[in-house]
């Protein structure tokens, strides 16, 4: 079936706008995770999924990040009076299993292709 | 403290030749996964190739493998036969037995000269 797909893949916000990035995984996959990636460094993980259960959200870095993943399968992450340093690729990955059910070379992460968010 | 070391910022290899990306990792589980990811332009990240804390033999996959050196905690990936289309960045990641995310390094950037 299709991979991990995200839209838009990309976005232009002026300061101030809220605005929310789609991921869709891959079909019947369990877990979820989001990511930031800022320019020219690697990805950083923001916030876990399993299900429609928010496992993990430590990454998020300020109480403007809200993500759901309200039917288990589609998830939103939504930015709040977005500001200049949230501009990144927001990368958005899956796995079949939850983590530590299978063993951990099963659960290589399947990424989209992200939404390059920038913030003027 | 820096969980996962990529020291080389950019490598240049030519065209048919091999090269080896550093990194080297930090944890103090014993049961951990090593992961290697390709990033072009395009953005997304592509798996490359995995190698398990326990696994006794170097992982291969075509044209990667994987130089692992547990005592010395590095997991070098090695391309041979360098391509064209291999020119991208390339991310080192590891996951923790008991952890729920990857961890990634800063990532090199390997261009390939004809």
């Known amino acids: 079936g299709a991979g991990v797909s995200q839209s838009p893949r990309y976005k232009v916000a002026k300061r101030g706008q809220d605005v929310a990035l789609r991921c869709d995984p891959i079909s019947g996959h369990v877990s979820l995770f989001w990511y930031q990636q800022a320019l020219g460094q690697g990805p950083e993980f923001l916030t876990y999924f399993q299900n429609e259960a928010q496992l993990d959200k430590s990454g998020l870095p300020s109480d403007r990040f809200f993500a759901e993943r309200p039917e288990g399968s589609v998830s939103t992450l939504k930015i709040q009076r977005t500001q200049q340093e949230d501009s990144a690729v927001y990368l958005c990955?899956?796995?079949?299993?939850?983590?530590?059910?299978?063993?951990?070379?099963?659960?290589?992460?399947?990424f989209g292709p992200g939404t390059r968010l920038l913030v003027l | 403290a820096q969980k996962i070391t990529q020291t080389q910022p950019g490598m240049f290899v030519q065209e048919k030749e091999a090269v080896t990306l550093d990194c080297t990792y930090d944890?103090?589980?014993?049961?951990?996964?090593l992961f290697w990811y390709k990033q072009p332009s395009s953005g997304e990240m592509i798996f490359l190739i995995y190698q398990g804390s326990y696994d006794q033999q170097n992982a291969t996959e075509g044209r990667y493998s994987l130089n692992f050196q547990k005592a010395r905690k590095s997991a070098n990936l090695v391309i041979s036969a360098s391509q064209l289309g291999d020119s991208a960045m390339y991310f080192c990641a590891m996951r923790e037995n008991y952890g729920q995310n990857f961890v990634f390094g800063p990532g090199t950037r390997l261009s390939v000269l004809p």
């Open positions: 944890t103090s589980d014993p049961s951990y996964g």
């Open positions: 990955a899956s796995t079949p299993t939850p983590p530590g059910l299978a063993g951990v070379g099963e659960e290589t992460q399947y």
